[in-house]
């Protein structure tokens, strides 16, 4: 009797680039919002290309910015912890090709699939990390400092060696969201920073490894 071929392997790498079975891409514009707070959390997004910004707006209508997400990030995962809503709003910073998976298709991979779940964990690890190093950030550290940090971070200074151009256009209010301060502090240390030589301006925003210096700096 002859056997069963073996099936292919699994690929997270196959299944976050293709479509079926609850998974949907979608190209979106810079300003594109995926979804709003309080909308219903029924899926997890997976950045195929572009950058995606997290806000949350208190009840007094103030807004912070609490992620700043790239290439082959996960966003939305609350829907699998039983988050009934969206406790963030989602907007496309520059222009993005989102894949959007069904909550029931992902718990479904996550399940049958190690390799995925070693992926997302993966993920899950760093996301909190992140989140750790944020609040030393914001409880410890000066606001030149936390802006400094961020910058570094957004240019991905550290994953590829040199810091890269920061395409998206980032205004100065979302800097100073970010970084729990005002825009007018931003703009001082923005100015410092490039009569320094730690950033350059020129159709888009360059970051120089010595920036790292002010982070460092006691």
């Not at 300003?31 to 208190?58: C, E, M, N």
């Not at 910073?93 to 779940?117: D, G, N, Q, W, Y």
């Amino acid at each position: 009797m002859a056997r069963k071929a073996k099936s292919a392997s699994f690929d997270p790498d196959v299944f976050l680039a293709s479509v079926n079975h609850g998974r949907s891409a979608s190209e979106v514009r810079a300003g594109h919002v995926i979804f709003t707070q309080g909308d219903p959390a029924d899926a997890v997004f997976y950045i195929l290309r572009g950058q995606i910004k997290l806000a949350v707006t208190s009840g007094q209508g103030r807004e912070a910015v609490v992620g700043l997400l790239g290439d082959r990030d996960f966003f939305g995962e609350g829907c699998l912890i039983a988050q009934p809503v969206r406790l963030a709003t989602a907007i496309a910073m520059t222009a993005a090709s989102v894949l959007r998976i069904e909550k029931t298709e992902m718990i479904r991979v996550l399940h049958a699939e190690p390799a995925f779940a070693e992926v997302f964990t993966a993920h899950l690890l760093t996301r909190n990390s992140r989140i750790e190093a944020d609040l030393v950030d914001h409880l410890f550290n000066s606001s030149e400092k936390r802006l400094a940090r961020a910058l570094l971070l957004l240019a991905n200074f550290g994953k590829e060696g040199k810091p890269e151009p920061i395409t998206a256009r980032i205004s100065q209010e979302t800097l100073a969201e970010m970084i729990g301060t005002t825009r007018p502090r931003v703009s001082y240390f923005m100015n410092k920073f490039r009569k320094l030589g730690f950033i350059d301006y020129n159709g888009e925003l360059k970051v120089n490894s010595a920036l790292l210096s002010v982070v460092l700096r006691d």
